[in-house]
Nanobody
Framework: QVQLVESGGGLVQAGNSLKLSCAASGLTFSNSAMGWFRQAPGKEREIVASISGFGGMAFYADSVKGRFTISRDNAKNTVYLQMDSLKPEDTAVYYC???????????????????WGQGTQVTVSS
């Protein structure tokens, strides 16, 4: 059974940074496509960033491009999201997800992600 556990959320002022972590188990992590998503109150869950199996390629939503960086440590079964220059509009619950399958390219469609963590709250104050 796939388990994803996010951590690292919190309250920060605009312009500051946070680093989220997602520890995975129950899957062949090293080759599984992974992603970070967020859901703000009253809005649908949206993709923030994703990374291919083995970490060769990454995809970013336009809203975070240049500010956020997704990475993975296959030795630790962990995927990270470094968030810099945070804005109030980045406030949301952030979720880690996985397709559970290998992909040589980052997956862009939320529909392809099958397993989710419980989420971690990120609040950015102005």
């Amino acid at each position: 059974q796939v388990q994803l556990v996010e951590s690292g959320g919190g309250l920060v002022q605009a312009g500051n940074s946070l680093k989220l972590s997602c520890a995975a188990s129950g899957l062949t992590f090293s080759n599984s496509a992974m992603g970070w998503f967020r859901q703000a109150p009253g809005k649908e869950r949206e993709i923030v960033a994703s990374i291919s199996g083995f970490g060769g390629m990454a995809f970013y939503a336009d809203s975070v491009k240049g500010r956020f960086t997704i990475s993975r440590d296959n030795a630790k079964n962990t995927v990270y999201l470094q968030m810099d220059s945070l804005k109030p509009e980045d406030t949301a619950v952030y979720y880690c997800g996985t397709t559970g399958r290998y992909s040589s390219v980052p997956i862009r469609s939320i529909r392809d992600f099958r397993s989710w963590g419980q989420g971690t709250q990120v609040t950015v104050s102005s």
